[in-house]
């Protein structure tokens, strides 16, 4: 049986926060800026912005087996003007050092609806519309390894305690 749980605790070291202007690809600027000041484990803390663009992914159902195929999976985009009410996830790395950075997000738009839609879900692709302020933070103390899961066949979030 696999362990319910992968744990580690570290502390926060440096926070960056920064605007990102119409055009810029949300989750590529979120690695760079992560890439540029040297954070491999790290986490996404706040931002506000306004989208162009969005592909959101999430599950269709329960998945019926793993690793989980597209079929499983809900695809959504959307090019609308959108407000970021929500963005949170993480930074980590493979084995092979390569950053991955994962994000999930809530965004609303009233566009052809008299009323305010809010939907939500991990966000594949997002292009800022006129603005976007985000802050990530890293993590020290620990190191945020993507190892494969036994159980998912996936790569998944595998903390792990560095004793500094």
Do not use: W
């Not at 926060?12 to 992560?34: H, P, Q, S, Y």
């Not at 879900?121 to 890293?138: C, N």
């Amino acid at each position: 049986m696999a362990e319910p749980m992968v744990l580690a605790s570290g502390t926060f070291g440096k926070v960056v926060a920064f605007r990102l202007t119409g055009g810029t690809k949300l989750v590529e600027a979120i690695r760079d800026v992560a890439i540029n000041e040297g954070i491999r484990s790290g986490v996404i803390l706040s931002g506000a912005a306004n989208l162009r663009h969005v592909r959101l992914r999430t599950a269709k159902d329960f998945y019926p087996s793993f690793p989980v195929a597209a079929k499983d999976r809900q695809f959504t985009e959307r090019d609308d003007p959108m407000e970021l009410l929500n963005i949170n996830g993480n930074i980590s790395f493979k084995d092979d050092g390569e950053l991955v950075v994962h994000v999930h997000v809530t965004a609303s738009t009233s566009r052809n609806n008299p009323q305010v839609l809010a939907f939500g879900a991990h966000l594949e692709e997002g292009i800022i519309y006129t603005t976007g302020e985000i802050i990530i933070a890293e993590v020290k103390g620990m190191d945020f390894h993507r190892r494969m899961d036994d159980n998912t066949k996936m790569l998944e979030l595998c903390p792990v305690a560095t004793g500094s």
